[in-house]
């Protein structure tokens, strides 16, 4: 799995950077299957009252490339929130992966003869 995590008008401090990959550990608990993660955290400086802090992640698996992003006024919660974003939409797409093994009808025709 190959993670870059980079900074917009930002410097990505190594305990920020330790603070991703532990919220990652959580996506790639659930699904095993991540080819490639982009993090890009960022400031944006409209007003200076109104600082927002932006998190985005591009997560690669294998079929489809999902993508999120948040923004709040705390980077670190913004994070969060991206996470549970992610988490959510990884266990979606896993979900959907697995749900396409149904029966035959050939099966499932005989067994409707048998119940009748």
Partial sequence: M????????????PSLREYVLTKLDRVTRHFDQVVDITVLLSVEKQKEKERRQKAEVNVHVKGK?????T????????????????????????????????????????AWDAAQ
């Fill in 65 to 69: 490339d999902i993508f999120v992003e």
């Fill in 2 to 13: 190959n993670v870059t995590i980079s900074g917009h008008h930002l410097e990505v401090t």
């Fill in 71 to 110: 923004a709040h006024e705390d980077l670190y919660a913004a994070i969060d929130q991206l996470m549970d974003k992610l988490d959510r939409q990884v266990c979606r797409h896993k979900d959907r992966v697995q749900d396409h093994h149904h029966d035959s009808l050939k099966r499932q025709d005989s």
